[in-house]
Antibody, heavy 116, light 108 residues
Framework: EVQLVESGGGLVQPGGSLRLSCAAS????????MHWFRQAPGKGLVWVSRINSDGSNTNYADSVKGRFTISRDNAKNTLYLQMNSLRAEDTAVYYC??????????WGQGTLVTVS | EIVLTQSPGTLSLSPGERAALSCGASQTVINSYLAWYQQKPGQAPRLLIY???SRATGIPDRFSGSGSGTDFTLTISRLEPEDFAVYYC?????????FGGGTTVEIK
């Protein structure tokens, strides 16, 4: 069974940093594209970033480019999102997801980031 | 940037009825890159349809996707109680994924 478990969320002041982690199991992590998405309270889904299987290709939404960094450790089956210069508008539940480069077929339960 | 517009915003239907959810794109979309997700309150999204019309693993056949170009539809042939949720379409282009604003299917 595919499992994705996010951690690292919490309350942070504007301008601060957080690193989210996503522990993966139940599939071959090292061959999967991985994504981060977010959802502000009461709002819709927003794609944040993606990374290819070996970490050599990364992409970001314009809203986070230059502030967030996606990375992965295939030996640890873990995906990361380093978030710097956080703003109030970054407040959201952050989901990691596994899938293809252009859609995601399995999602974690999310971790809440509050910037205030 | 392609903008996806979902309509209606809210669909009020009874169990057993048919639901048709629309997703319109501001530019022509490649079918392979159009997906639909379902999200229930407090839960993560679930992939329903990819490639505009292919059902994801484990998705009941009452869910179907269709369309091409700029107009896409998610159809639920007969609503079950567990189908009342928010539905999002999603597109991929130029190394970026975008979502529509969502359609809420609520119990009438």
């Amino acid at each position: 069974e595919v499992q994705l478990v996010e951690s690292g969320g919490g309350l942070v002041q504007p301008g601060g940093s957080l690193r989210l982690s996503c522990a993966a199991s139940g599939f071959t992590f090292g061959t999967s594209w991985m994504h981060w998405f977010r959802q502000a309270p009461g709002k819709g889904l927003v794609w944040v970033s993606r990374i290819n299987s070996d970490g050599s290709n990364t992409n970001y939404a314009d809203s986070v480019k230059g502030r967030f960094t996606i990375s992965r450790d295939n030996a640890k089956n873990t995906l990361y999102l380093q978030m710097n210069s956080l703003r109030a508008e970054d407040t959201a539940v952050y989901y990691c997801a596994r899938g293809r480069s252009y859609y995601s077929e399995s999602w974690g339960q999310g971790t809440l980031v509050t910037v205030s | 940037e392609i903008v996806l517009t979902q309509s209606p915003g809210t669909l009020s239907l009874s169990p057993g009825e048919r639901a048709a959810l629309s997703c319109g794109a501001s530019q022509t979309v490649i079918n392979s890159y159009l997906a639909w997700y379902q999200q229930k309150p407090g839960q993560a999204p679930r992939l329903l349809i990819y490639g505009a019309s292919s059902r994801a693993t484990g998705i009941p056949d009452r869910f179907s996707g269709s369309g091409s170009g700029t107009d896409f539809t998610l159809t639920i042939s007969r609503l079950e109680p567990e189908d009342f949720a928010v539905y999002y379409c999603q597109h991929y282009r130029n190394s970026s994924l975008t979502f529509g604003g969502g359609t809420t299917v609520e119990i009438k």
